[in-house]
């Protein structure tokens, strides 16, 4: 079969024919025996379309072993926690994106899996379901500080924020981690919960308005508040012999170390403001005070305003009887008292300090005032915030004095300068040359 419209190279003949003797087709020149084209690539039309040879190779790209192990550590999280499929799309999504960058891709198996539980937390913050970031470090077994600077750099990195929750929204997911049930514990020992959220919100937010709150870890706080919520729901010789330590075992929680501490600062509080119930004639202490919350939480701000004033009454008095005691000349200031209403929670008594009295000595001269610091005046005060009543000492510095060289040396200067008993010989040489010459002198 001759290919219409082809010429040979060779001799210039139109009898091409198809040679399709072997496996590849080629076109022949009949006359000569020149092959004019090889392949069928030469009769296919041009203007094809171009594809890289890395697309025609191109294998589709898994995702690398830490990466899935992160993923299901996600959804793992999740399922703990008992949220909805929305949250824990989020958290997946927030995932892939921060193991990507830079900051996460070459660091330790133990940052990647905190990575993964601060996804699940911003992914609950943003969809207003409450949790604290020291739930997530108990589940992960992390410490706090490593837990927060992950946090804090996800959030950074991936350019997100996660709203701010009031402590309170997360006490009653708190409270049913407690294991204090008629199924878990005898009788005599069981509340339950819905009932105990409401007498632990109620301590909690007479905590906030004591300062006892400002500044703290909410997880110390909340097992504080639920711990004596517990005790005063049946104040029975079962549950007040029962210490914290023996409370968290019964109730399968870990115990806080703060929490010790902050059930303190609660009954000083609350021993403040039993005092001034007035149907109560026996001396309140802070061991029974526990018997006495249930009709404090109910008259606390009847009772907040009562304490404070009584206290402003209290400091009058020292204030009076501290200058009837110096110079009936000098001038007393009076006290400030910032009063406590029902649209201010937590506002407490500000006592602004009598005056250092001058004392005069015997020769008439009035003498200066001490150098020492103020008092700190959270000293002072029925409520204030912890960082005032627990306030660091500054550091004075002390004045550099001008040095000239010409300032007598003390004996005991002197003898701190003679260490061997040749500088002791020398040394008293010296001085019997010196009385000699001044003696000649005279």
Known sequence: MSATGLRCPGCGSSNIVDDDLYSQAQLVCVDCGSVVSEGTLAADPIGGTDVSFSRTTAVTKKPCLNLIKGLER????CRILRV?????????TYFRQAYQHESFINVSLQRKEVLAGCCVFVSCRQRDWP???????????????????????????LNIQAPFIHITDVIEAHVQEYKISTQHVP??????SKVLTKRAVALVELAGDSWIVTGRRPLPIMMAATYLGWQSLNPNKHRLRLS?????????????????????????????????????TETVTQDDVVRLVG?????????LTRALRTHEIAMQADCTQAGTLNSPTEEVAPSQV????????????????????RMENQEGHVSHQSEDPEPNWGKRVLFAPPCVIHAKRRRVEQRVQNVTGDEEISDSEINSYIRTPQEVRDFALMQKMVSSSNSGNS
């Open 187 to 192: 009788k005599e020992l069981a509340e339950d």
């Open 84 to 92: 909805n499929s929305g949250i824990e799309d989020l958290a997946l």
């Open 295 to 303: 009709d404090i939480l109910e008259h606390r701000h009847t009772l």
């Open 244 to 280: 914290l330590d023996k409370f968290c075992q019964l109730a399968k929680v870990q115990k806080h170390k703060p929490a010790v501490t902050r059930i303190t600062e609660l009954k000083e509080v609350l021993w403040k403001l039993g005092r001034e119930l007035p149907w109560v």
């Open 131 to 157: 949790i604290t970031l020291g739930t997530i470090s108990c589940l992960l077994n992390a410490n706090q500080m490593l837990v927060g600077g992950v946090y804090q750099e996800m959030i950074k990195i």
């Open 338 to 357: 910032s009063e406590s209403g029902d649209q201010i929670a937590g506002a407490s008594s500000v006592v602004q300090r009598c005056p250092n009295n």
């Open 74 to 77: 996600v959804k793992e999280i």
